[in-house]
């Protein structure tokens, strides 16, 4: 894995995709950085998801060197990227967000990495904010883990608490899921695994098709030697009552979709509760929008479930290995036990 991508006689191309919706202030701002990155094989194409800003003015006048792939709907993350990624012959994807500021070599590490081992499909570099530059960034952080019960959290970040980034998650390792405010993934394996969902239009889609990529027999990883600075929150902001609703309604899919029917027919109501938990909290609070949001999240999960019609068999006939799953509740953890950060609650992992 020491052995530079340079050295290869042939690099792989490389294709960074960045989709765009009314972000024209953030192609100014972040655009030269990735203009800037030292690989020699690459293309930077801007996926379009129909803007109403100047975006693609700016993008003519401006970076005439850009691919533009102009959409015509808003199709969300998953969708604007199924439907861009088809028009894309590349050996990598990399799927980034436009309000990330990028290094001159991020690529070369994560390629190394990848070429090294022909399973790993899918790939993170360390993601801080771009705010606070010492500071891991709630998107990703340095590679994503899931607990028991299907709750997201990232080596340097538990629920909301980031960790100052001390290079104390610095180990290049396997994970759970990659980020994808800067997702590297193989584009036969892209396609191969049917892309992201869809109908989760956004939020949790990435962590839903890295759970399938490993239960199709390949491997996610972070490599922290490349270094990206995320916004975060550029198109729906935190506390955004759609972002919440996404996130609950998908996260409940995405375990129906994964589990096997063994952990799903006990797994899936224990989480519907602890929902239920924080719905109530947020009522009894004052907050009755995000009552009402849960509500509404777990009704049209129901409705996915008995309209889904591709629905038809469960995980238990992939075989692949899952790794970056911890067997506890990070809820119990954090709210109970008061543990903050990575290492506390799972190791030197």
């Known amino acids: 894995m020491t052995e530079s991508v340079t050295n290869y006689k042939i690099l ?3 294709a960074i995709v960045i989709l765009n919706w009314n972000g024209r202030a953030y192609l ?3 655009l030269p950085s990735v203009m800037a ?6 293309r930077v194409i801007v996926a379009d998801n129909a ?22 709907t808003n199709l969300g993350f998953a969708g604007g990227y199924n439907t861009s990624l088809k028009q894309v012959q590349s050996d990598y994807y990399v799927l980034l967000n436009s309000d990330v500021e990028v290094t001159e070599n991020w690529i070369e590490p994560v390629v190394s990495l990848m070429e090294s081992d022909k399973l790993i499909a899918a790939c993170q570099p360390k993601l801080l904010s771009y ?6 960034e709630y998107a990703g952080a340095c590679g994503g883990w899931m607990d028991n019960f299907g ?9 909301d608490k980031c960790e100052k980034d001390r290079k104390q998650y610095d180990t290049v390792q396997q994970c759970f899921w990659a980020s994808g405010a800067a997702l590297f993934i193989r584009a036969k394996n892209y396609h191969a695994a049917g892309g992201l969902d869809e109908y989760f ?3 949790q889609e990435e962590i839903d098709l890295c759970w399938r990529l490993q239960l199709a027999g390949y491997k996610v990883y972070v490599q922290p030697a490349s270094v990206v600075y995320h916004v975060g929150g550029g198109t729906l902001p935190k506390g955004n009552s759609r972002k919440n609703y996404l996130n609950f309604r998908n996260n409940l899919i995405m375990l129906y979709k994964n589990y096997t029917w063994q952990a799903a027919i006990w797994k899936i109501p224990f989480r519907m509760i602890l929902d239920g938990v924080a719905a109530v909290k947020g009522l009894v609070s004052g907050d009755g929008g995000y009552f009402i949001m849960v509500i509404k999240a777990h009704l049209h999960f129901w409705k996915w ?3 889904e019609k591709k629905r038809s068999v469960f995980a238990e006939n992939k075989n692949g290995k899952v790794t970056g799953v911890y067997g506890g509740s990070i809820v119990w953890d954090h709210f109970i036990r008061k543990k903050n950060t990575f290492l506390e609650i799972i190791g030197n992992k």
């Open 305 to 307: 479930v008995l309209m």
């Open 201 to 203: 239009f956004a939020h």
């Open 151 to 159: 709750y997201a959290f990232a080596r340097g970040r538990i629920f």
């Open 12 to 14: 792989p191309e490389v």
């Open 28 to 30: 100014e701002k972040f």
């Open 37 to 42: 990155s030292t690989y020699a094989n690459k």
């Open 131 to 136: 705010h606070q530059k010492d500071e891991f």
């Open 51 to 72: 803007s109403t800003d100047d975006s693609i003015s700016f993008l003519k006048e401006h970076y005439p060197a850009v691919e533009i792939i102009l959409n015509t």
